[in-house]
């Protein structure tokens, strides 16, 4: 069965301090994996976007990582700051129209 | 980048009414729309899939008669809310999936939020 699993489901954190969130995989085919952050009351936005060969990907103080093989993949978050409180979503492509999303991890920062 | 317009941001309507939410895709045609909805500290969560010049596939539990979807052209689908109970008050977001990427990413509207009174 195709699903996307992530932890943690919330997290607390203090402004300043680094995150990572996790995400499960088990599709099949892989095609690639995103991660969104949606802010409360609008709709996601794509942070990154990794294929199968790709390890790591950094968009400014967010980084991914993927591991094909175990089938994960992590989002860093460095130097939190408050506007990053808002829901972290990891969706994984099977390919053409065929997208598996995860239930997210809602981060909050506190100053 | 692709932007994927919804319309209204927001909508108050009275129990029994019905309400219309339209998706757009501005700048690329989509022959796949997804339609979501999201309660409230909750992930999104698939309504239904959207193919242009066919019925929608709606996902096990959503009403197909209470949640009527249309996808008459390459950059609109519409929801409509039939008999809208306050139970049904939630944030609606779509998403499309450009024909010219071979429809690997999704694109998101900003949300409809909707609340019955």
């Known amino acids: 069965k195709n699903q996307v699993e992530q932890s943690p489901q919330s997290l607390i954190i203090l402004e300043g301090k680094n995150c990572t969130l996790q995400c499960n995989y088990t599709v099949s085919p892989f095609s690639n994996l995103r991660w969104y952050k949606q802010d409360t009351g609008r709709g996601p936005v794509s942070l990154t976007i990794?294929?199968?060969?790709?390890n790591t990907k950094s968009n400014g103080r967010y980084t991914a990582t993927l591991d094909a093989d175990t089938k994960q993949s992590s989002l860093h978050i460095t130097a939190s700051q408050l506007s990053d409180s808002a829901s972290y979503i990891c969706?994984?492509?099977?390919?053409?129209?065929?997208?598996?999303f995860g239930t997210g991890t809602r981060l909050t920062v506190i100053p | 980048g692709a932007v994927v317009s919804q319309h209204p941001s927001w909508v108050i309507c009275k129990s029994g009414t019905s309400v219309k939410i339209e998706c757009r895709s501005l700048?690329?045609?989509?022959?796949?729309m997804f339609w979501y909805r999201q309660f409230p500290k909750q992930s999104l969560m698939l309504m239904a899939t959207s193919n242009e010049g066919s019925k929608a596939t709606y996902e096990q539990g959503v009403e197909k008669d209470k949640f009527l979807i249309n996808h008459a052209s390459l950059t609109l689908s519409t929801l409509t809310v039939t008999s809208a109970h306050p139970e049904d008050s939630s944030f609606y977001i779509c998403?499309?999936?450009?024909?010219?990427?071979?429809?690997?990413?999704?694109?998101f509207g900003q949300g409809t939020r909707l609340t019955v009174v």
């Open positions: 700048d690329f045609q989509a022959t796949t």
């Open positions: 969706v994984v492509s099977a390919g053409a129209n065929n997208l598996f």
């Open positions: 998403s499309a999936l450009p024909v010219r990427q071979g429809g690997t990413e999704a694109f």
């Open positions: 990794m294929t199968f060969s790709e």
